[in-house]
């Protein structure tokens, strides 16, 4: 089981074991290289107290530190593993309510004969557990649980729906018989089972300041994140793609006294050749390289070519990375490649995610179509373009009437809404917008952390999200829309906030998603593999296609189309699949 998870802690392995528990770790080795190995165990006149395994980092763990030792603790590492276990040793079950950062740990308690699963509060850091017969399975990746022996790897309806609708319902990890710990949870194991609970939510509550202390106090709360964020005993960067997101954090990094290193991805003549589509309006690379020069950085473009993306070695790494076929793979493939190249250079990587989730920046926030069907926007959006959704164009339409995509969605979608009270004094538009924010943050958002995690895990990066402190998300979350469209544009708050340390041609440009290669040669790439996987009547998709679509697109002689994102995520989406199901053991029950 350790051993599958190596990419992840390429520094250190190690396991310890007693009569009823045994916890392997793999480390990537961040703060206080030379000590802090685990698994950790605190042991006192011989017996062993507890025993930790831990993933992520915590960042106020110098001033819990100080807080433990005024209680009586003494340490023997600098790190923050062991602040952790001894969190666990004062406050119990409670100790991740003490903790601010990303993490999933595991404590043993052998006094108890009881085990402490806990993760952060968005999410950010994956754990996954599974009963069996004997006991409980725990680790950061499902490839982990399933290389037990008791384990069977198998995707029944409800998660093959779950995985062509692209969302995230707290808890369910696709696979049949795996959990996800929720964010903002702990489980407790013991003899009589798993009791998970919740420690933390999004709070709805009114929003008493006015918009100039708004913005001042999204600037203050951002700032202290990104200073927190910049810990770090390994060489560290940020990574830039000239939006006002990621370029708000390399400002701020720079303010609190960092000279920032700065990585941005582009194409092989993308720039050149940039075509305007419904979601690009400009190549990102001028305006990378403009905020570069503004703020000082040490910059390296990172330039891919198509060959690169069509590698058929990278596409089986991007993919084993993440247990699951995504509908976006392109961007899986480049962000993946980014991240190897930036591993050459630094251990640690700041980005911009979650801030659209927060912000309100994507559009689908403000298009009444999509956010007012009584399902997810995203769902929405990808049933404009195909009947059962997006990315299923190419698939058998009995096989998809009968997991039902879009049912399934809704269902989740009236269980995600139900969560949202309403505040009081709330108008129809500020409820309905933070139902919107609601479900992006808590089935949207936790997608892209989950590919985050994995894909820089995969190169031995650990990747840190300043937007996704729990203090200024419990803030924004629950500024009224009014506010943060006080302009008519999507992240008006932020913009504003940051609008003092960059030019303006980053703060007024508007959202543009990860850029995707426009490459014709690509899309000629995905054609002849299409018809590779079309023609093998003995392949693991024979009988998930729609053969009459696949016939008309395979007949046409032509690349795919690559400017838009219609035909080539149905065929992407084709491709991932036939790649999960021909190199991983998973069995399809539907």
């Not at 989730?357 to 195909?386: C, H």
């Not at 030019?503 to 040669?521: C, N």
């Not at 400017?563 to 021909?582: F, H, K, N």
Request: one cysteine or more; proline letters at 6%.
């Amino acid at each position: 089981m350790v051993a599958t998870l190596a990419n992840r802690g390429p520094d250190d392995e190690a396991v310890w074991t007693d009569r009823r528990a045994a916890l392997g770790h793999r480390r990537l080795s961040v703060i206080d290289l030379a000590n802090s190995t685990q698994p950790m165990a605190v042991e006192e006149d011989g017996r062993t107290l507890a025993v930790v395994v831990h993933n992520g980092e915590i960042y106020n763990f110098r001033q819990l530190r100080r807080q433990l030792e005024g209680l009586g603790h003494r340490f023997r590492t600098a790190g923050d593993t062991e602040v952790v276990v001894r969190a666990y040793l004062e406050w119990g079950d409670r100790c991740a309510e003490h903790l601010e950062g990303m993490f999933a740990f595991a404590v043993w308690d052998p006094a108890r004969d009881r085990l402490l699963l806990a993760r952060d509060r968005l999410g950010i850091k994956p754990l996954y557990y599974a009963r069996t017969a004997n006991g409980v399975l725990f680790g950061s990746e499902p490839k982990a649980l399933f290389a037990h022996p008791a384990m069977e790897c198998a995707v029944d309806s409800e998660g093959f729906a779950e995985l062509l609708a692209y969302i995230a319902t707290p808890g369910h990890a696709v696979y049949r018989g795996v959990r996800e710990l929720p964010a903002g949870h702990t489980a407790m194991v013991t003899g009589g089972g798993v009791t998970e609970s919740a420690y933390w939510s999004l709070p709805a509550r009114p929003h008493e300041d006015d918009t100039a202390t708004t913005i001042d106090t999204v600037r203050g709360l951002l700032a202290e994140s990104v200073e927190a964020h910049l810990v770090s005993d390994v060489p560290l960067c940020t990574l830039l793609s000239g939006g006002v997101d990621s370029s708000a954090i390399v400002a701020l990094a720079a303010r609190a006294g960092n000279r920032p290193r700065t990585f941005s991805v582009d194409f092989e003549g993308h720039t050149e050749r940039f075509q305007k589509d419904f979601w690009h309006e400009d190549a990102d690379a001028p305006y990378a390289a403009e905020v570069a020069r503004h703020v000082g950085t040490d910059h390296e473009p990172v330039v891919l070519r198509t060959a690169d993306l069509a590698d058929p070695v990278v596409d089986a790494a991007a993919l084993r990375s993440q247990d699951l076929p995504r509908p976006i793979p392109d961007m899986d493939r480049s962000l993946y490649l980014l991240l190897r190249a930036v591993r050459q250079r630094s251990t640690v990587a700041l980005m911009g995610e979650a801030a659209d989730e927060l912000f309100g920046g994507y559009r689908s926030f403000q298009d009444p179509s999509l956010t007012d069907t009584g399902n997810f926007p995203w769902v929405s959006m990808g049933l404009k373009v195909a009947p059962h959704g997006m990315s299923t164009g190419l698939l058998d339409p009995g096989v998809l009437k009968k997991i039902d995509v879009p049912g399934y969605a809704a269902q989740r979608y009236a269980e995600a809404v139900a969560e949202v009270p309403r505040v009081p004094g709330e108008s129809e538009l500020e409820h309905r917008m933070r139902r919107v924010s609601h479900v992006h943050l808590t089935r949207w958002m936790p997608l892209l952390l989950t590919r985050d995690d994995r894909l820089s895990m995969a190169v031995g990066l650990e990747l840190r999200v300043p937007y996704c402190d729990h203090r200024l998300v419990e803030y924004v979350y629950n500024i009224p829309w009014e506010m943060k469209t006080a302009d008519g544009r999507e992240k008006s708050v932020l913009r504003s906030a940051v609008a003092d340390l960059l030019p303006a041609s980053v703060t007024e440009r508007r959202k543009s998603p990860f850029p995707i290669t426009q490459d014709p040669g690509y899309g000629q790439v995905l054609k002849e593999r299409f018809d590779a996987v079309v023609n093998d009547p003995a392949g693991p998709m024979a009988g998930l296609l729609d053969r009459e679509a696949c016939a008309r697109l395979s007949a046409q002689d032509r690349p795919i189309e690559v400017s838009g994102w219609g035909e080539r995520r149905d065929v992407e989406m084709v491709l991932q699949l036939d790649g999960w199901l021909r190199n991983s053991r998973v069995r399809l029950d539907l």
